[in-house]
């Protein structure tokens, strides 16, 4: 490392990326102001910020749209944001294939804008999805309601194209839908919040868009019967596309009657296997017993902004589907105030927490972390004040052998800590 | 490399007289994987019946040195499960307990020792079933299946492996036991599950597996497409994908194919055709019957021969024995061959079938074609004669051809088979320095001695040794450096 001024750093950032997208300073990253903002418009611009940021010892943070900035511990040091807004370009899209490559700061509503002229879809969906950058849901692993049928980003994503911590452009996995050569490193990067390599380009795997989509809400008295129907279903051959519990205060969030538990659920196939399973999902919900209304195609839209609008502290639970009640009763139990919702079919639940006290959060956090534990599942605090996470551990215990690997990969590839440093599991 | 009497006698210590195999008939059966191209006998065969034991072996030999190489069945195709460098081969043939079956949240937790079918048989009655479907599912076990994030039919629908791995124990080439992932959603951290899932045995050696089951689908429906050429069998395929049904299974046979299979098994496929396709749709039954005649229209207006649809299971087994019985069947026809497992984007299928019968012809050999052709998985069998003096090394040769045109069209080397020591030379054709690097890093990670199935998965390149830096950008000339 060669110690220089600030101005002659941010002179070299400027000569990257040009002086008009080049900011000193620049909008906070989780409170902490940066010291410069660089906004790359080629994947070469950005592999050499992070080469530059490397040589000086600064401290990258990637940034996509900006909706899961307060994921993980808040950052000790911001020297340098890497604004990826530039890059949204969708690089090669071959329908006939059902893949697409695009730029990691491409947002999701724009792919699936670009889609649905073919009538294809990229299945990811967490709440606000549509204004969200893809490369920003990799690295926080963000899902939502249609994981339920396609998974999550980690069976999405089939290459990638990143800049290590050194600035050295790498590329893993293939551009086509099935690859097993050489170790699958997409699966690395999902979910590494950049600590492994700043995001760049995404080669993603597409589905048809189903000709028919039906969603039915089902009101149940108890969780207990919710959980029954949940059950049932997943023990039928009903093929669903969304499989989402709400608890009350997040109906009332959508505007819907208020019920202990409610199920949405839908099937979306060719029109007559809709109506085929209609017959089949109504008597599974009746014999829980639970009521259940026809609802209409907007209501997905309502439900992704009730859960994007909420204002408070975001709670990702992860648990199995056979312990819903028992989840749902040591929200309760512990954060009397929060609504609950979440795919119920895989146990991917959120807790929305208003006005959290700080000072009363920890201790609740800590018994709904050890109920969940029970499960091998845990709680990680997706989104909340920084005061409050500073206090807190965001992500949870990690099996120690486990974080050891962790915490090996992490020393291998950025030894010197300039990619999103201190924010992710065990401090790394 | 012969074995210290020290680690023999620690191994038989540990594992006793019938858990140690030293004898040099005993190994023999370990010297190779289903390509027996590449042979290498261990010095020892143990085999264990816990992690503990597992663990205790991998202590034993990176106390001494000694390269360590996991067997499942030895089913791979790729030279994984062979020991090129001696040493101890642990056999998982003594762990095939199923440990755990929680159908309320859809997984089994498994050792790597279980017969990947065992599991749907145990299961298939309450209506479940494991996904991933080798066709060496019938022998093939599930550890070997994630070594290799194995495939099969009907991964075009339902994902390989890996998309059914929740979690795993794995004792790494640092002798430590981690167990990572399990049935519960979103652990926090690097997703290393995923990260090990075809490893193939190059970071340690998995000793527990939990899985996702899936529960069985309403109705099962498969047609079978004849087709005058392999060309007009590839345009039907992208024709269906393009009316967005993904079916559960879509292969393909060639004539060369179809004629050695009907030679074997009877006459199960129309003779004359160039190609047939068999295409299967499960889920509801509604959708099936709906996307069943959608598909046998496609194939019409591609110019089909001929569509059958399977009335019944007896039918339905007929469609599928050709295909199960292909590899074996290619014996009519041939006295060896070479197996290829490249991808190409589905969409490039009638263009590199058009390559490969240029290939054939400037090689003068006879390629049989049975295949994955809905994901783009080509398995040529590039048939040759071992006898006659340099046939083997033509074989060869159109076969790197074929290889190298699959990676022009912006394919892989490998659609599920993996690497092992017959692609490992192959991957740079795919990967750059900087890539290479990467994955060499990786693996050091779990296993900084290099003594987990050495020689395999990563080619002997620069980029895959100590101290190769990539090229990196280009900065700013300035007064800051």
């Known amino acids: 490392m060669v110690v220089v001024t600030t101005p002659a750093l941010g002179g070299a950032l400027r000569a990257i990326v040009g002086a008009e997208h080049l900011h000193e300073g620049g909008a906070p990253v989780d409170g902490a102001a940066p010291r410069w903002t660089a906004a790359p418009a080629t994947i070469e611009q950005a592999a050499a910020l992070v080469a530059l940021a490397h040589d000086e010892r600064l401290a990258v943070v990637p940034r996509g749209s900006g909706a899961a900035l307060e994921l993980g511990h808040p950052p000790t040091r911001v020297d340098l944001v890497l604004d990826t807004r530039r890059l949204d370009a969708v690089l090669e899209y071959n329908p006939d294939d059902l893949t697409v490559s695009v730029q990691a ?13 073919r009538r294809q879809i990229l299945p990811l969906d967490p709440p606000g999805w549509a204004a969200r950058s893809l490369g920003g849901i990799a690295a926080t692993q963000a899902s939502g309601p249609l994981r339920q049928r ?21 590329w893993g996995g293939a551009k086509v839908v099935k690859s097993v ?9 999902v979910g590494a919040l950049g600590t492994l390599g700043v995001l760049l380009e995404l080669t993603l795997r597409l589905h048809p868009a189903p000709d028919h989509e039906a969603t039915w809400l089902a009101s149940f008295r108890t969780p207990a019967h919710a959980q029954d129907c949940v059950a049932a279903l997943l023990d039928s051959t009903v093929q669903t596309n969304r499989l989402e519990v709400l608890d009350g205060r997040v109906l009332a969030a959508c505007s819907l009657p208020v019920s202990a538990a409610a199920l949405a659920i839908s099937i979306a196939t060719v029109e007559p296997a809709v109506r085929a399973q209609e017959g089949l999902v109504k008597a599974i919900v009746q014999r829980a017993p639970g009521a259940v209304q026809t609802m209409g195609a907007s209501f997905w839209k309502t439900y992704d902004r009730a859960l994007a609008g909420f204002d408070g502290v975001t709670l990702r639970i992860g648990t199995v589907p056979a312990r819903l009640v028992e989840t749902l009763g040591a929200v309760q139990a512990v954060l009397p105030g929060a609504a609950v919702a979440g795919a119920a079919g895989l146990g991917a639940l959120r807790a929305l927490v208003t006005h959290a006290d700080v000072s009363v959060l920890l201790p609740p956090l800590e018994r709904l972390r050890a109920t969940v534990g029970e499960v091998g599942g845990g709680v990680t605090v997706e989104r909340a004040p920084r005061a409050l996470r500073e206090r807190l551990d965001p992500w949870g215990p990690v099996p120690a052998a486990a974080l050891a690997v962790m915490r090996a990969i992490k020393t291998e590839f950025d030894p010197r800590g300039v990619l999103n440093p201190g924010r992710f599991v065990g401090r790394l | 490399m012969a074995l210290s009497a020290s680690v023999v006698a620690g191994l038989q210590h540990l594992l006793g007289p019938a858990g140690v195999v030293l004898t040099r008939e005993g190994r023999l059966t370990y010297e190779s994987d289903m390509l027996t191209l590449y042979k290498g006998m261990p010095d020892a065969v143990v085999l264990p019946t816990s992690t503990e034991e597992v663990q205790a072996v991998v202590r034993i030999c990176r106390e001494a040195r000694v390269p360590v190489v996991p067997r499942g069945s030895g ?28 159908l309320a949240n859809r997984c089994a937790t498994v050792q790597p020792g279980l017969i990947n079918l065992w599991l749907t048989n145990a299961v298939r009655d309450r209506g479940w079933f494991f996904a991933p479907d080798p066709s060496s599912q019938m022998v093939s076990s599930i550890g070997g ?6 495939g099969g039919p009907h991964c075009l629908k339902y994902g390989i492996t890996t998309n059914h791995v929740l979690g795993l124990e794995m004792v790494i080439g640092t002798g430590e036991v981690v167990s990572v992932g399990g049935k519960a959603a979103d652990r926090p951290g690097y997703d290393l599950t995923g990260t090990m899932v075809g490893n193939e045995g190059t970071f340690g050696l998995v000793t527990a597996i939990t899985v996702r089951l899936l529960h069985l689908p309403e109705a099962v429906k498969t047609a079978l497409a004849s087709f005058a050429s392999l060309v007009e069998a590839s345009e039907a395929v992208s024709a269906i994908i393009a009316a967005g049904i993904i079916p559960a299974a879509l292969e393909m046979l060639d004539d060369a194919m179809i004629g050695a299979v009907n030679a074997a098994v009877g006459k199960v496929y129309p003779d004359g055709a160039g190609a047939v396709l068999l295409i299967e749709l499960d889920g509801p039954r509604a ?12 194939c019409r207006e591609r110019q089909a021969l001929m569509v059958t649809v399977a009335r019944d299971e007896t039918e339905r087994a007929l469609l599928w024995k050709g295909r199960k019985e292909a590899a074996g069947a ?51 069998l590039i048939c040759y004669d071992d006898r006659k003096p340099g046939e083997l090394e033509r074989a060869q040769q159109a076969n790197e051809e074929l290889l190298h045109a699959c990676i022009a069209l912006g394919g892989s080397v490998s659609g599920e088979h993996g690497i092992g020591m017959d692609k490992a030379k192959n991957l740079p054709l795919q990967y750059a320095e900087a890539d290479l690097n990467f994955m060499f890093r990786l693996r050091r990670v779990f296993d900084p001695d290099g003594l987990m199935n050495p020689a395999k ?8 040794g100590e101290g190769f830096r990539p090229a990196r950008p280009t900065l700013p000339a300035g007064t800051w450096v």
Do not use: W
Request: aromatic share 4%; net charge positive; with cysteine.
């Open chain 2, 457 to 464: 998965l990563l080619p002997s390149h620069p980029a895959c």
């Open chain 1, 181 to 189: 050569s050489g170790y699958d490193v997409p699966k690395l990067m």
């Open chain 2, 330 to 380: 290619v014996g009519r026809i041939t006295a060896a061959y070479l197996l290829q497992d490249a991808v190409v984007p589905r969409s490039k299928l009638p263009q590199i079938m058009r390559e490969m019968v240029a290939i054939s012809k400037r090689h003068r050999l006879l390629f049989a074609n049975v295949f994955h052709a809905g994901d783009g998985n080509l398995h040529p």
């Open chain 1, 105 to 117: 700061g491409c947002t999701a509503g724009a792919l699936a804008a670009r889609l649905a002229g």
């Open chain 2, 287 to 298: 959708e099936v019957e709906a996307q069943a005649e959608r598909v046998a229209a496609i």
């Open chain 2, 75 to 102: 089913t791979g195709l790729i030279g994984g499960a062979t020991a090129p460098q001696g040493g101890v081969m642990v056999s998982m043939t003594r762990m095939t307990r199923i440990l755990e079956l929680d």
């Open chain 2, 145 to 150: 299946n994630v070594a290799t994030n194995a």
């Open chain 1, 150 to 170: 396609y998974g999550t980003m980690r069976d999405l994503l089939l290459g990638v194209r990143f800049a290590q911590a050194d600035g050295v452009l790498t």
